[in-house]
């Protein structure tokens, strides 16, 4: 891409910005925009393309997910330290704390370098995402977008690095795509990856997929014509598409022992959309499906707007026999709830946002002001969004580390990670850094406060032992609580000893 593609390229943002978020901002991102093509000056990406064209493509991705403008302004910058020659006091001195923090957090969870088996590696990066989760989950919307980019332009990297990098975003970042109800991206993600990670799958699927999704389509377009004036005649306003199952996931319903390649079985390789406005009119919109297609006995309709998923998607699915018998699954959603499970955490932030801000966000933005609303509206979601994390087993299971949902991740305060079972102290996490650090425990803190040393520590906090000037014998009160074999075996090894 030449330097003028690119600018071009660039102005194309600033007008779609314009369009949709008014003219502030609009300086902002000329100068990041500059900034940026100065940091990474005379840096080339594999592609052949100047590196700026990806701190583009990423704020591209970032502003289509309707993110805010620090976030955008971020994924301009995103590897200016990293990879280019910027510092963090310049992107403060130009673009606040704000930015730079959601840089550093980009900095952070990029920095994740292979070492030991795999899942070490996988493992590692999700340690490292709930951390910055845990900060601002904008910086985990930043790198999806980083990696999304990557994944399109992975062709121009060697090959190992192109499997490693596939099967990571496979195994770690389609999932948390999906966790966060990021539809869509998921399953670009997926797709994007398949052919690095199980080539011969992935030829085979989408040599045999291209017959069997013309003919569902073709199958659909007559239901859909029939359905179209079914619900006109009945007064709903609607919009249905035919959406095609992504291939990925096609590929895995095909490998499941019930199904065994019989593509007749995969009902859902076309699916019927049908988007209507309210929540009433999708329960009206289905009694109308139902009464031309009969729903398919047990394993008809599936309410996942009385019962959302744990990732939030809502729709109602019902399978149903369509013309000559087949099998063929409708969903019926809102128009909202559409956009949401395209766009999944990032719409909700963008919906609450608009809500609480109104018309004039951008006049505020502006004038400087920040309703304090939004601040409110971002930290509920976030806390919200941590509440499901801590507790989630589930979460671990979607990303196939069930064993690990029994573990805990404690940080040290450099960010190193320690795997302590359920139920560890600060005790034991002591001798887990060091059998020596045993003699030096005066006081625990996590996440900053002070806790008590039988204190039972939980994945994501950060522990901090507060050391005794001098060494001291470890009590024995403390095998009343240790769980490690390694803390029992050191207390026990010194009083035996005295
Ligand atoms: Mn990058």
Request: proline share 4%.
């Amino acid at each position: 891409m030449a330097q003028k593609e690119l600018e071009k390229h660039f102005k194309e943002l600033l007008v779609n910005y314009k369009v949709s978020r008014g003219n502030a901002g609009i300086d902002i991102l000329k100068n990041t925009w500059k900034f940026a093509k100065l940091a990474h000056i005379g840096q080339k990406r594999l592609t052949g393309d100047p590196y700026a064209s990806h701190s583009l493509a990423v704020a591209a991705i970032l502003f289509s997910w309707k993110l805010d403008l620090p976030s955008i302004v971020a994924g301009f910058l995103h590897d200016t330290i990293e990879d280019g020659g910027a510092a963090s006091k310049d992107i403060i001195g130009e673009f606040g704390e704000e930015v730079n923090r959601l840089v550093e957090g980009v900095t952070k969870v990029s920095n994740v370098r292979l070492r030991g088996s795999q899942d070490e590696e996988f493992i590692e990066n999700l340690r490292k995402m709930f951390l910055a989760m845990a900060k601002d989950l904008r910086v985990v919307l930043i790198k999806l977008a980083d990696r999304l980019h990557n994944m399109q332009t992975l062709y121009a990297l060697p090959k190992d690095k192109q499997l490693r990098i596939a099967r990571e975003t496979l195994e770690v970042f389609a999932p948390l795509a999906e966790r966060l109800g990021m539809g869509e991206v998921k399953a670009e993600l997926d797709d994007l990856s398949f052919p690095y990670v199980y080539p011969e799958a992935y030829k085979k699927v989408k040599k045999l997929s291209i017959f069997h999704y013309k003919k569902a389509e073709e199958h659909i377009k007559k239901m859909k014509r029939n359905l179209l004036s079914k619900l006109a005649t009945n007064g709903i306003e609607a919009k249905i598409d035919g959406r095609k199952k992504h291939l990925y996931s096609l590929w895995t319903k095909l490998e499941r022992p019930e199904i065994r390649w019989e593509f007749g079985k995969v009902h859902d390789i076309v699916a019927l959309r049908i988007l209507v406005k309210t929540i009433p009119l999708c329960y009206s919109a289905l009694g109308i499906v139902h009464n031309f297609y009969k729903p398919v006995p047990t394993i008809g309709v599936s309410d996942f707007i009385a019962q959302p998923k744990p990732n939030g998607y809502r729709s109602i699915h019902t399978k149903v026999f369509g013309p000559r018998g087949r099998i063929v699954e409708v969903q019926i959603r809102t128009f909202k709830m559409h956009e949401e499970s395209e766009y999944g955490i990032a719409s909700h932030w963008a919906y609450s946002e608009a809500k609480t801000r109104g018309k004039d966000d951008y006049f505020l933005e502006k004038v400087g002001v920040k309703a304090s609303d939004d601040k409110l509206s971002w930290i509920k979601q976030l806390a919200e969004w941590q509440n499901e994390i801590s507790d989630s087993k589930e979460f671990f299971r979607a990303i196939k580390f069930d064993a690990l949902s029994s573990r805990n991740f404690v940080f040290s305060p450099n960010g190193d990670v320690y795997d302590l079972p359920a139920g560890a102290t600060p005790v034991d996490y002591a001798y887990a850094v060091h059998t020596q650090l045993g003699s030096y425990i005066k006081g625990a803190k996590v996440d900053g406060k002070v806790v008590p040393l039988n204190y039972k520590l939980k994945s994501g906090q950060v522990v901090e032992i507060i050391k005794s000037k001098n060494p001291h014998p470890p009590r024995s009160d403390w095998l009343n609580f240790v769980v490690t074999n390694v803390a029992r075996r050191e207390i026990e090894k010194y009083l035996r000893k005295n």
